[in-house]
């Protein structure tokens, strides 16, 4: 299975603090992708990282891709209240693509 | 708003039951997905469907039964279905399955089987 595992299972940090999350997977991939879900919601696409990159950005998100490693990291910057929620890793090998558990990270006022 | 709209939001039901979940999605995407989603548990893709052909089916048992009528609907049948089938039932959709960029998910359906 390539399927991706986030770590840690759930994480609490304080508001402003940076969150960083990361995901492992089995074998190679086209790209990975992360989403966010609000308790009980629908899934938000975050951003996605092809496999020849390396390093990208959005706002206050961070995605490294280490091919090698075939791991992932997830950074977000500045945490707000907001930011509660489940985060999710997606790797897609062409012809399927399969999520994680996902890391439940908590922001604390 | 994410442009996929899925109902009902919440269904009950007993496992004597028929019962349909619809999908719809407003995005003209061509590739619409059905997933599972249990605690403590991946998200599991169920089925796929892409310009309205069913392309995958992940060993789903045949109480559950997807309908995908045109490319903006997607439907998933129930029909006597187990306790343990109680789950948030996600649908997306996509540009395509050949290129698969961001999914689009809708809020969900969540599902008590009694």
């Known amino acids: 299975s390539q399927q991706g595992e986030e770590d840690p299972q759930a994480l609490s940090i304080q508001e402003g603090e940076n969150a960083t999350m990361n995901c492992s997977y089995k074998t190679s991939i086209n790209n990975l992708q992360w989403y966010r879900q609000n308790s009980g919601r629908g899934l938000v696409h975050l951003i996605l990282i092809r496999s020849n990159e390396r390093e990208k950005h959005s706002g206050r998100l961070r995605v490294t891709l280490d091919t090698s490693k075939k791991s992932s990291s997830l950074l977000i910057t500045a945490s707000r209240a907001a930011d509660t929620a489940s985060y999710f890793c997606?790797?897609?090998?062409?012809?399927?693509?399969?999520f994680g558990k996902g890391t439940r990270l908590h922001i604390l006022p | 708003e994410t442009g996929v709209t899925q109902t009902p939001r919440h269904l009950v039901m007993g496992m004597t039951n028929k019962k349909s979940l619809k999908c719809e999605q407003h995005?003209?995407?061509?590739?619409m997905y059905w997933y599972k989603q249990s605690a403590k548990k991946p998200l599991e893709l169920m089925f796929v469907y892409n310009f309205k052909e069913q392309t995958e089916n992940n060993s789903v048992p045949s109480r559950f039964s997807p309908e995908c009528p045109n490319s903006s609907h997607l439907f998933l049948h129930l029909h006597t279905l187990q306790p343990e089938d109680s789950a948030l039932y996600l649908c997306?959709?996509?540009?395509?399955?050949?290129?698969?960029?961001?999914?689009?998910f809708g809020p969900g359906t969540r599902l008590t089987v009694l």
């Open positions: 997306a959709s996509s540009q395509d399955q050949g290129e698969r960029n961001e999914q689009f």
């Open positions: 997606a790797t897609d090998a062409w012809d399927k693509i399969i």
């Open positions: 995005l003209g995407h061509n590739a």
